[in-house]
């Protein structure tokens, strides 16, 4: 293929991405609006689940941002220590949640989904219209539970999940991180999600509301308890049973955890990389060979091709800066950092690949260094 062929190709797949995939690069999808939404006249009983393991640094924040909730109804926190061994149980204890001990985890359970069916269990008996997964390094404003609640009855939604934000501190975080939630409203366009009519499903797993009802009228956890990505695996279950799911950005939930390297970007992203592509080497090819076209032939081209080929490149890249710009001022950071945009995506090309290496050589989607237990 001709570069003014490959300049081509990539100026229309921009073109397709600004213009035919939601809008996701505008960032908008918020729960900005979330205070003007209309407040109940009863306010459902939630129950809040923290699945834990060695989380002895933030749980203790965690649990009080909770506790510390403005939300008007009844609500209870449970924290699922799943057998740490860094006094995580005592310290959430400490900080007023009810803790549940975890036990061994039984074959086909990822071991995040296995906390949780603790937690549910230790519920079981107790009536809750609205449960509350979130996770042990998430902090929550003291409006967030009232808010989420006032989206769900508001829009009738099964599920309302947030996007946390992110820590961007360390320089790994600032090249890396805002990538990360790019790279993911690219794959599900949160316009898609919340579209009752698409079949595009996903959730951010650190914070998801779902009504009770819905969510075991579903099955419950027992359908994806062997999925590695179980925050999309459990939106596309919620949204077959009820197709009004919401999705969005916020600044009220917020990231405590820290990736101060590329090394722990890194394992985060290869810890689930390989299984998005359903653990298919032909999918891992395709993929690259895509990030390759959309990321790394603009720049390429403009630097190194003539004519024709270097001005396709160079307005393929422009698209990407402009592409990026909005999830750069989200995280505080200039737009000019979009132009390393392509040595970023082949950052991440690198992770997915080492998540295939992983889980080539059997150790592919560790949790808290926990592999999953294929039946």
């Known amino acids: 293929m001709s570069a003014t062929l490959i300049g081509l190709a990539a100026l229309l797949a921009w073109g397709v991405l600004l213009f035919g995939r939601g809008g996701f690069w505008r960032a908008r999808e918020d729960d900005a609006d979330a205070a003007a939404l209309p407040e109940p006249a009863r306010w459902p009983r939630v129950a809040v689940l923290i699945p834990a393991r060695d989380e002895a640094e933030t749980i203790a924040e965690v649990v009080a941002a909770l506790r510390a909730q403005d939300y008007p109804g009844p609500f209870t926190v449970t924290v699922v220590d799943d057998r740490s061994s860094d006094g995580t149980g005592a310290l959430a204890a400490a900080a007023g949640a009810r803790v549940v001990t975890g036990g061994p985890r039984p074959p086909g359970w990822s071991g995040k989904l296995n906390a949780l069916r603790q937690g549910l269990e230790a519920i079981a008996g107790e009536e809750h219209a609205f449960l509350l997964l979130t996770d042990a390094d998430i902090r929550h404003a003291p409006d967030s539970l009232r808010r989420l609640v006032q989206r769900a009855l508001a829009g009738d939604h099964a599920l309302v999940s947030l996007m946390a934000k992110l820590r961007c501190e360390s320089p790994a975080e600032r090249w890396l991180i805002p990538a990360f939630v790019f790279f993911f409203m690219m794959l599900y366009p949160f316009a898609w999600v919340r579209n009752p009519r698409a079949r595009t499903a996903a959730a951010a797993g650190g914070c ?59 394992a985060m992203v290869a810890r689930t990389a390989y299984a ?30 003539q004519g024709l080929a270097a001005w396709l490149g160079a307005l393929a890249w422009g698209a990407m800066v402009l592409a990026y710009a909005p999830m750069l001022r989200r995280y505080g950071l200039g737009a000019w950092r979009g132009l390393a945009l392509p040595l970023v995506a082949l950052a991440y090309m690198a992770f997915t690949l080492d998540s295939a290496r992983a889980e080539w050589a059997g150790r592919g989607g560790m949790w808290k260094g926990e592999g999953l237990t294929r039946t």
């Open 208 to 266: 998801v509301l779902l009504r009770r009802d819905v969510f075991d009228a579903a099955g419950g956890l027992a359908p994806i308890r062997g999925r590695i990505i179980d925050d999309c695996a459990l939106a596309a279950l919620v949204k077959a049973r009820h197709p009004r799911i919401w999705l969005g950005l916020t600044e009220r939930v917020v990231s405590l955890r820290a990736y101060e390297t590329v090394g722990t970007i890194r």
């Open 276 to 305: 998005q592509l359903l653990y298919n080497p032909l999918l891992l090819a395709g993929m690259l060979l895509a990030l390759g076209l959309v990321f790394l032939a603009p720049p390429l081209l403009a630097l190194t091709a």
